[in-house]
């Protein structure tokens, strides 16, 4: 049976729903939105765990409104198995929306448990990682999700990039992806422990360094590490002494006036390239 239609922005259910737009209360009540019609349906692929949905309905509808295409399919899959679907009036849709995209529907789901023991166990033998390090623009985050998991890669690390891994302009602009890739949040003197400990070579890529990124070998652990675009990697990548002695310092050359690369175009040029040398030496 349809849930009755929320027309009160003042509703209980709406009130805390909209608060988690602020990352203080996502990190307070370990519940996030997710935007979306492909996000919401990527994230419940995942494994993230819905709690309920809000659609936006006109006043006096009867039941959900009709929807087209992928968004009546996740209607009639959540109807299916009477998930809490709750109708709501177009002004108090307006207080959860994110931004200007907006779909008519937005999920709130409870944070996903992260770790390094979780993380690892997701792991494959020798798997090719990405580190990024104080990257702060949530939408370069997402961005680089979404190469990551266009090239294959097998896990990111962020590493001092604050504990907001659920705010909406990562889900968005990494369309999702960001439930799909493995991940794990700590500082960067814990993950280069735990990268060393593992026996990865980490390829920190900056701007000055002499060894072309397509003159090491990817084909074992490796890790890519980036860092800010403004700043670039903080020192402790620049010790051999720190990284380890099988840590490479590389660049990508640049050849115009320019000294480097949007975060996202640069990860993706090292993912793909990490990929294809992969694919050749797989026997």
């Given at each position: 049976m349809p849930l009755p239609l929320i027309t009160s922005p003042s509703n209980p259910r709406v009130k805390h729903a909209a608060a988690l737009?602020?990352?203080r209360r996502r990190r307070k009540s370990g519940e996030f939105l997710i935007d979306g019609v492909r996000e919401i349906d990527r994230a419940r692929k995942s494994g993230v765990r819905l709690l309920?949905?809000?659609?936006?309905?006109e006043q006096g509808e009867k039941g959900l409104?009709?929807?087209?295409g992928a968004k009546k399919d996740l209607l009639d899959e959540l109807e299916r198995?009477?998930?809490?679907?709750?109708?709501?009036?177009r002004s108090v849709f307006a207080k959860l929306a994110f931004?200007?995209?907006n779909e008519g529907i937005v999920a709130l789901a409870e944070e996903p448990a992260r770790g390094f023991d979780l993380f690892e166990s997701q792991l494959p033998e020798n798997p090719l990682l990405c580190v990024l390090e104080r990257i702060e623009k949530p939408g370069n985050i997402g961005a680089v999700f979404r190469s990551a998991d266009g090239a294959g890669l097998d896990g990111i690390i962020l590493a001092d990039c604050g504990d907001d891994l659920w705010h909406p302009n990562i889900i968005r602009s990494s369309l999702g992806t960001v439930f799909r890739v493995p991940c794990v949040a700590?500082?960067?003197?814990?993950?280069?422990?735990?990268?060393?400990?593992?026996?990865?070579?980490?390829?920190?890529?900056?701007?000055d360094a002499a060894l072309p990124y397509s003159e090491i070998d990817y084909t074992g652990a490796t890790a890519i590490v980036l860092g800010s675009e403004d700043e670039g990697l903080t020192p402790i990548w620049h010790d051999k002494g720190k990284t380890g002695p099988d840590s490479a310092a590389i660049v990508l050359p640049m050849r115009g006036i320019a000294d480097s690369l949007n975060i996202s175009n640069a990860a993706a040029v090292l993912f793909y390239h990490a990929l294809l040398q992969r694919e050749a030496n797989r026997p």
């Open positions: 737009r602020e990352s309920e949905v809000y659609i936006e309905a409104p009709t929807a087209p198995t009477h998930f809490p679907v709750w109708p709501v009036i931004g200007q995209r700590a500082s960067a003197g814990e993950t280069i422990a735990w990268l060393r400990a593992r026996h990865f070579r980490i390829a920190s890529a900056i701007c």
